[in-house]
């Protein structure tokens, strides 16, 4: 099955036909991805003036939110610091610190539990992606996309307390399980999603434009209304407003959730405009090597997404992805946390992917290769070297 083409019969995600024989590979390019970043950790942090182990390398910034959340729990109003709001734990979605939680009261100490689940959730990202490529191209574009994904520039976070692991795999998934119409699935992923993160409001939409060609195309050819689908699209698209809505009725203030984000991180959607200031200001005065990189993966990320357009991709995907990067592009907010938050989009490494999946192998290995050596010792300074959050 091609990318363009689809079905109405509902699909089994477990069908070996749909890539399941090449996920013990997917696997293995993980593990080589993983080892290899937290070899480049110890490596870099050796050479730094504060003495820190890779251990608690991994458990900085976003983690200690997690983590309060986790143990203490949400708060239940603003927080104040002479006067003035501040951010705190509401701004967190609540799947992955509950998660956790769940670790944590079966025996793990928190920290050791945030880092497994971050692990675990990521050789289930390796599996959906590698499914999800599959599924819309080939086998070994598959692989092109775990391989690309989690080796890329802020891939990093994939070992690290953070919920890129598990939005990525509940993200993945739920695109495999709507392309293989497996809706009960879809609707509990898409679920899932939206409770992870803000972008999963993204998610929801494509997976929104998934359930309507499905019952189009059900209707036109059983002339029946298709609920499965419907209810797996309302159940996903449910998800955010679910969460903003409780942040709303526990703080007492409907827009809470907006205010908590701003004041804490400057998370506010200015429509570009601090976005295009930054590219602007960094093009123009090469403030450090570091903003030049970051402006300049923003720059080819928006390329790609453009290339990847032009190709005709999956529409669903499609518009998660595009969704997605209006969001990202689109809000004020830490310059430098932006290569992470694009890292689950996907639009933007399906050019690539779909070269490397039609080049020799030998051309493809060796681009995928120099591409990681990159991407891995890149994210690995970043927890190291240089000295602001991710």
């Known amino acids: 099955m091609t990318v ?8 089994k995600i477990w069908d070996k036909a749909g890539g399941w024989q090449g996920v013990g590979t997917a696997v293995g390019i993980l593990a080589l991805t993983r080892v290899g970043q937290l070899l480049m950790i110890w490596w870099l942090g050796g050479a730094t003036s504060e003495p820190r182990s890779v251990w608690d390398r991994l458990l900085v910034w976003d983690a200690g939110w997690f983590l309060r959340v986790a143990m203490d729990g949400y708060p239940h109003g603003y927080t104040y610091e002479n006067g003035v709001l501040q951010g705190n734990e509401l701004a967190f979605f609540p799947v992955y610190p509950m998660l956790i ?50 080796s890329a520039p802020a891939s990093v976070v994939l070992s690290m307390a953070y919920s890129e692991s598990i939005f990525l795999a509940l993200v993945a998934g739920m695109f495999v399980a709507a392309h293989r119409r497996a809706w009960w699935a879809a609707g509990l992923l898409g679920l899932l999603t939206a409770l992870s993160r803000p972008t999963g409001a993204a998610a929801a939409l494509g997976l929104g434009v998934a359930a309507l060609i499905a019952v189009r195309e059900i209707w036109k050819s059983e002339n029946r209304i298709a609920w499965q689908p419907i209810t797996a699209a309302a159940a996903a698209l449910a998800g955010v407003p679910l969460y903003i809505g409780w942040v709303a009725w526990r703080v007492g203030d409907l827009d809470a959730w907006f205010k908590i984000q701003t004041a804490g991180w400057g998370t506010t959607f ?26 300049l993966m923003l720059l080819v990320a928006l390329a790609a997404a453009g290339v990847a357009l032009t190709q005709k991709p999956w529409l669903p995907l499609a518009v998660y992805g595009v969704v997605a990067m209006i969001l990202v592009y689109g809000q004020a907010g830490f310059y430098h946390s932006k ?52």
């Open 339 to 390: 290569p992470r938050l694009l890292l689950p989009v996907l639009l933007t490494l399906l050019p690539a992917v779909v070269a490397a999946s039609k080049a020799r192998p030998r051309v493809a290995i060796l681009s995928i290769v120099a591409w990681a050596a990159f991407g891995l010792w890149y994210g690995a300074y970043l927890v190291t070297v240089w000295p602001y959050t991710l």
């Open 101 to 150: 939680r769940f670790a944590a009261a079966i025996g793990f100490t928190p920290s050791t539990a945030a880092v497994l689940i971050s692990w675990i959730a990521s050789i289930g990202a390796a599996v959906a992606l590698h499914l999800l490529g599959t599924s819309l191209y080939s086998k070994r574009a598959g692989w092109a996309l775990v391989a690309i994904c989690c």
């Open 270 to 295: 200015d429509y570009g405009s601090s976005t295009i200031k930054f590219l602007n200001t960094t093009l123009r005065t090469g403030d450090g090597w570091v903003s030049i990189s970051i402006a």
């Open 4 to 11: 363009t083409e689809t079905t109405t019969a509902p699909a």
